[in-house]
Each structure stands twice: as structure tokens, then as C-alpha cells.
């Protein structure tokens, strides 16, 4: 049964910290690669980081390098966003993807994932 929830969003002041939660369980074989994006109001989405769940390796784009740290709990199916030193720039709704080994791999190209969790709102105020 595939679930694919997320968690954790809210408003933040400029500066502060959130963590943001992906429950994600029950993919097809080779499926190991969760990412997490996020989208503004008339941008496109983004990749902000990508962890393979079978060695524990991450990719972060440099906008966000330093300041996210993406981990996994597997024993909890569970991917975690840590996010600190927010910025108003950082305001959006944050999804949780999974992609195949194959193709997903240090990769934040939102078309090489699959599927997609429901999104969850993070507001940073200045």
C-alpha cells in the first residue's frame, strides 16, 4: 500500500528553523531516492534536497547548501527536512517525491520522480 505523507509546515520568522516530515512507504522495487521540493506562486517547482535511502547520500543545490539537511529514519519509512536560517525567499508549498535508483540519484529534476506527495506550506515572514 503506498503512503505518502508530509508534515510540518507553518510560519516561521526570518531566521528561525522548521522540520518538515515525508512518511513514504510501500513503492516499487528500486524506488529507494526521496526528494524534496518546493514551489512558490508562479514559479516552478525546485528540487532543495535528495537523499538515497539505501546508502544515506544527499545532494542540496547551493541555494540552500548549509542551511537544509535532509536525513531518513527507514525503521520509520520516514525522510526528514531540517531547514534553519529560513528566508522570505524560502516561502512555499514543500513536497516530498520518490524516484527510481536509476534515474533519480543525486538528481532534483522534478521529472525523474515519480511519485508525489500532497505538499505542505512553509511561510517565512521578514
Known amino acids: 500500500q503506498l503512503r505518502f505523507v508530509e508534515s510540518g509546515g507553518g510560519l516561521v520568522q526570518s531566521g528561525g528553523s522548521l522540520k518538515l516530515s515525508c512518511v513514504a512507504s510501500?513503492?516499487?522495487?528500486?524506488?529507494?531516492?526521496i526528494g524534496w521540493f518546493r514551489q512558490a506562486p508562479g514559479k516552478e517547482r525546485e528540487g532543495v534536497a535528495v537523499?538515497?535511502?539505501?546508502?544515506?547520500?544527499?545532494y542540496y543545490p547551493e541555494s540552500v547548501k548549509g542551511r537544509f539537511t535532509i536525513s531518513r529514519d527507514n525503521a520509520k519509512s520516514t525522510v526528514y527536512l531540517q531547514m534553519n536560517s529560513l528566508r522570505p525567499e524560502d516561502t512555499g508549498t514543500y513536497y516530498c517525491a520518490a524516484g527510481p535508483m536509476t534515474h533519480a540519484h543525486m538528481n532534483l529534476e522534478t521529472d525523474v520522480y515519480d511519485y508525489w506527495g500532497q505538499g505542505t506550506q512553509v511561510t517565512v515572514s521578514s
Open positions: 510501500g513503492f516499487p522495487l528500486g524506488y529507494s531516492v
Open positions: 537523499i538515497n535511502s539505501s546508502d544515506g547520500s544527499t
